[in-house]
């Protein structure tokens, strides 16, 4: 996939690889199941005298091809184990990395950023213009993201990143971008009729350079502040308390 949508995070060939993998074993599967449907379309077609006759099955048959179906599943499981880890499960530490918040709403993509004290929701926290996102090259990027409508999906493919938006929850994810340039942020979940204006742009740049940007940012407001979105639970809550 490298050749066709370029690798930009530290992550990118890991998941190339892991879709070939599946494109590999698939793809056998869809032709081993495909010829043997012909075969028997051609080999017991019907034919004038014939007469059909009923089989009732074969157990060992059966049980030879759940078993080795359930091998394969297994067996990418494990392929794809730390690949998964590295992605879910081993996150930076906030220390080292770039702190954003992201509030996605019909139709937009709202990010704030930690200032200078490197945590949210502080009253040094940057707003840039909506849909608009910068990232410093080779440093790692830990996003939170939350939703304040509809499902909404975050979605960079040259970084190989996706993640879900859902309502009344929160979700961290990271990654490291790796090559400078601009990217589209599109929203993979349809979220209503304007779905299709929901994108944003990315713009991937040398450290100088983000904190040059950044530094613009200073005393920005924002219409749909991360830090404001509630989960529904809480805000349910809320609205029943006297």
């Known amino acids: 996939m490298g050749g066709l949508i370029p690798q930009a995070s530290t992550f990118a060939a890991s998941i190339d690889s892991l879709f070939i993998v599946v494109l590999i074993v698939t793809g056998v599967a869809f032709v081993l199941v495909e010829g043997i449907l012909i075969y028997f379309l051609i080999r017991y077609r019907h034919r004038k005298g014939q007469?059909?006759?009923?089989?009732?099955?074969?157990?060992?048959?059966?049980?030879?091809?759940?078993?080795?179906?359930?091998?394969?599943?297994?067996?990418?499981?494990?392929?794809?184990?730390?690949?998964?880890?590295?992605?879910?499960?081993?996150?930076?530490?906030?220390s080292t990395a770039v702190l954003i918040g992201v509030s996605s709403n019909q139709f937009e993509w709202e990010p704030t950023y930690a200032g200078a004290d490197g945590v949210l929701c502080t009253p040094d926290d940057l707003h840039p213009p909506v849909n608009v996102l910068h990232f410093p090259v080779n440093r790692p990027m830990l996003v939170r993201l939350k939703s304040e409508d509809v499902i909404h999906s975050f979605f960079v493919p040259e970084l190989r990143v996706k993640q879900d938006a859902v309502p009344g929850r929160e979700f961290e994810?990271?990654?490291?971008?790796?090559?400078?340039?601009?990217?589209?942020?599109?929203?993979?979940?349809?979220?209503?009729?304007?779905?299709?204006?929901?994108?944003?742009?990315?713009?991937?740049?040398?450290?100088?350079?983000?904190?040059?940007?950044?530094?613009?940012?200073?005393?920005?407001?924002?219409?749909h502040d991360y830090c404001q979105v509630t989960p529904l639970a809480i805000a349910s809550e809320a609205q029943s308390l006297p």
């Not at 009729?193 to 944003?200: A, D, N, S």
């Open 51 to 94: 007469k059909a006759s009923y089989v009732h099955g074969n157990r060992q048959l059966e049980i030879a091809w759940t078993v080795g179906t359930g091998i394969a599943f297994f067996s990418l499981a494990l392929y794809q184990y730390n690949t998964w880890t590295q992605i879910k499960i081993a996150l930076p530490d906030e």
């Open 173 to 223: 994810f990271w990654f490291e971008p790796t090559l400078s340039g601009q990217y589209e942020i599109a929203c993979a979940e349809l979220c209503g009729l304007g779905h299709y204006r929901m994108r944003g742009r990315v713009t991937v740049e040398p450290q100088a350079d983000f904190e040059a940007w950044l530094g613009e940012q200073a005393g920005a407001a924002s219409a």
